[in-house]
């Protein structure tokens, strides 16, 4: 059994500490086989069944990725109108992609049709399923910042195009799409609480006692 001490599990928290999600990222390419290093780190990580459900597509052709570009600036239009005043003045001012910038596209998916594990574990809770991809996507996040790599999971897109864009089987949930490259800053506090969008709460706010 290997054995961690002190010194690594307090590397470990910060490593936790210092993962971001990036927006902005430098030009620098990233070292051949980078992604496909992180692909392999996310696939050790824990899924229901032992299902691996797993699935990535990295994004390297130019019209495919500018049309991912395109649906992020349509739903950022919309998701804008969802807010007024002073929040919708602020929310038009955040950096929520890194979309242009990041030498890496990565697009991840839950492949829900997969007879991978025998259902174990799923019977109840199928959502489970998506939730072991999630799962991975930590773990590659943690694993690239461990390389001073960064990711930036881009959220504000629509599901359905995404789908169309990357020619991907019905079968496969959008989970992710991620923008992955050198940031342009370390930082060990959320770029949303810089710009005072929202604060970071400890754990007692979260935990109910029973």
């Keep these: 059994m290997v054995e961690f001490d002190d010194t690594f599990r307090q590397h470990l928290r910060e490593l936790f500490v210092w993962r971001r999600d990036v927006r902005r990222f430098r030009a620098d390419p990233l070292p051949a086989g980078a992604i496909d290093r992180l692909i392999e780190t996310a696939c050790l990580s824990p899924s229901v069944g032992l299902s691996q459900p797993w699935r990535f597509v990295t994004v390297d052709d130019a019209a495919r990725r500018r049309a991912i570009i ?31 910038q990041a030498p890496g596209h990565l697009a991840v998916f839950a492949d829900k049709a997969s007879d991978i594990g025998h259902g174990l574990g799923r019977a109840t809770m199928p959502e489970t399923t998506e939730y072991s991809v999630v799962a991975a996507v930590t773990a590659m996040w943690l694993a690239a910042r461990a ?33 992955i490259g050198y940031p342009e800053a370390e930082c060990d506090q959320p770029e949303l609480e810089q710009a005072k969008w929202e604060h970071r709460r400890g754990a007692d706010e979260f935990t109910l006692r029973r």
């Design 70 to 100: 395109d649906d992020f600036t349509a739903c950022n239009a919309d998701a804008l109108n969802c807010y007024s005043g002073e929040r919708a003045a602020r929310y038009a001012t955040l950096k929520l992609s890194g979309l242009e």
């Design 147 to 179: 390389e001073s790599i960064g990711i930036g999971w881009v959220s504000i897109l629509n599901p359905d195009r995404i789908h169309v864009v990357l020619d991907v089987p019905d079968t496969w949930k959008f989970i992710a799409y991620l923008c």
